[in-house]
T-cell receptor
């Protein structure tokens, strides 16, 4: 398996634009996680899904952020409108179930100017 | 409300064992101890986890004290590629994985 695949790897956008980050989890994994990492705040869990259903979105910073998982092989994290403070590395991870080993993607480095 | 306490940073000589401590004095009976690491510019990588007993795999050993209030991750023969941030996480199986600040391990030649 190619592991967790995230796209794009790098994204530079202007303030106010919509940004969509994509994630393809490992086949057969039932849990999916979105994290954000900054120097100031470290790794923050934004939301996680189990069997395509959002279980906990308490980490989503505000209404500008939304995440979907339309099927077991694809998830998106959308920011609309984007702001400079959203600049960070966003990681997607998947696991067979919620307690087992989580596999992380390479991340998407987002820069909002 | 951090559940774990780890040193901010540690140094280790290449080829020697790296022993990374973690305090989790408020751990409950059904909470596991997980270790992940993050090498620069990469996503975190799972290392090992345990409940009560010591655990060993191809990457590391996990030693948990009898009272479960602390643990030590051991990398038996550290290499330069083991330089990373190491995260000790306490959570119930099935709960969400929350990362703290971790320990920066620097392996030096």
């Amino acid at each position: 398996d190619a592991g967790v695949i995230q796209s794009p790897r790098h994204e530079v956008t202007e303030m106010g634009q919509e940004v969509t980050l994509r994630c393809k989890p490992i086949s057969g994994h039932n849990s999916l996680f979105w994290y954000r990492q900054t120097m100031m705040r470290g790794l923050e869990l934004l939301i996680y899904f189990n069997n395509n259903v959002p279980i906990d979105d308490s980490g989503m910073p505000e209404d500008r952020f939304s995440a979907k998982m339309p099927n077991a092989s694809f998830s998106t994290l959308k920011i609309q409108p984007s702001e400079p403070r959203d600049s960070a590395v966003y990681f997607c991870a998947s696991s067979i179930d919620r307690g087992s080993e989580a596999f992380f993607g390479q991340g998407t480095r987002l820069t909002v100017v | 409300d951090a559940k774990t306490t780890q040193p901010t940073s540690m140094d280790c000589a290449e080829g020697r064992a790296a022993n990374l401590p973690c305090n989790h004095s408020t751990i409950s009976g059904n909470e596991y101890v997980y270790w992940y690491r993050q090498i620069h510019s990469q996503g975190p990588q799972y290392i090992i986890h345990g409940l009560k007993n010591n655990e060993t795999n191809e990457m590391a050993s996990l030693i948990i004290t009898e009272d479960r209030k602390s643990s030590t991750l051991i990398l038996p023969h550290a290499t330069l590629r083991d330089t990373a941030v190491y995260y000790c996480i306490v959570m119930e199986y099935g709960n969400k994985l929350v990362f703290g600040a971790g320990t920066i391990l620097r392996v030096k030649s």
